[in-house]
């Protein structure tokens, strides 16, 4: 069996990405509404097409595997084409799969993305599925829960259950829309096992039901610390990544990067700074391997092309650093 550093636990789909060639925007610029019109019932050229898996799991899997941290993938999938082509991929980025099941008679989730102007609009179709929870879990020193589908809720309760037992695996927890759907009253335990909790401003926002105007605040990061990780890691685009751990508050900048498509910059940024701390790196340095995966990935289509590898990392923080970007004390 495979000596883990991580698992990383949640769903995978497959993405379709269309870049059209004639599209017609409508913009209210004063509200920020932004619209991609398309004429009706007509042909619309489409200038490139790629296919790439996407998902918060699959994404952090191969992000922190190319920076060296050995993981395994937990995922429910399909029995059809685009199952066996998630697997094929992941098989190529050698991650563990002893823990993926395929379930008979089932679909597996798909996403068309139009990319337009460096932002994407995402039609997703997630497969209806009872999420199977693997018979025997080896003991790991991290777990990475994320984003699962309407039905996830049993699967939950059993990693709740199994993180209570194993109390040396540290929760890294990202959760997706279905769980902030649901809550504090649905996820209120799983952010309480957590040791960090990644999330955007938006959704801190909603889970605190603090608002913090503008840009991040101290007062955000602490009401979330308070629902029970050791570590809060807030991102907000553009305004960079905050973070405190329960005794300072720290934020850095993002790299002044042309984005050619945004899929997965979240996911990038987590699993660079998570992976920087199962290495035992300080927080300003996952800060930093967070930044730079985030503004790499963004440099291309899909979530997963321009993850950065172990051995570009030394040269994307000398680039960091020479940015004149700095993780600072907030």
């Known amino acids: 069996m495979a000596n883990f550093d991580l698992l990383s636990i949640g769903d995978a789909n497959l993405d379709a990405f269309i870049v059209p060639s004639e599209s017609e925007t409508l913009c209210d610029i004063d509200t920020k509404k932004c619209f991609i019109a398309f004429s009706y019932a007509d042909k619309i ?24 941290v050995n993981v395994g993938s937990v995922l429910t999938l399909g029995d059809d084409s685009t199952g066996i082509q998630i697997i094929e991929k992941l098989k190529k980025e050698n991650i563990d799969l002893t823990y993926v099941i395929q379930q008979p008679s089932t679909l597996s989730n798909f996403n068309v993305v139009v990319s337009y102007t460096g932002e994407r609009t995402i039609f997703t179709y997630h497969a209806p599925r009872s999420y199977e929870f693997p018979v025997q879990l080896p003991k790991v020193p991290w777990v990475y829960l994320t984003s699962m589908g309407e039905s996830y809720r049993p699967f939950y309760n059993h990693i709740t259950e199994w993180l209570v037992k194993n109390p040396e695996t540290k929760l890294a927890f990202n959760p997706g829309s279905w769980q902030l759907r649901g809550g504090t009253k649905e996820i209120g335990n799983v952010f309480k096992l957590s040791y960090i909790v990644f999330v955007n401003k938006q959704e801190a926002e909603k889970l605190t039901g603090h608002e913090a105007k503008s840009e991040v605040t101290k007062e955000l990061l602490m009401a979330l610390s308070g629902l029970g990780p050791k570590i809060s890691v807030i991102t907000d685009g553009g305004n960079g990544a905050y973070v405190f751990d329960g005794h300072r508050f720290l934020h850095c900048g993002v790299l002044p990067m042309d984005a050619y498509e945004r899929t997965g910059a979240g996911d990038a940024f987590g699993s660079g700074f998570l992976s920087a701390i199962i290495k035992g790196k300080i927080l300003e340095d996952a800060l ?31 680039r960091f650093k020479s940015s004149g970007v700095k993780v600072e004390e907030m």
């Open 45 to 68: 050229p489409v200038k490139n097409l790629e296919f790439a898996v996407g998902g918060n799991s699959a994404n952090n899997a191969v992000g922190v595997k190319r920076l060296g």
């Open 288 to 318: 930093i391997w967070g930044t730079v995966n985030s503004a790499s990935v963004i440099g291309y289509t899909g979530a997963q092309k321009g993850l950065l590898k172990e051995e570009d990392i030394d040269t994307w923080v000398e």
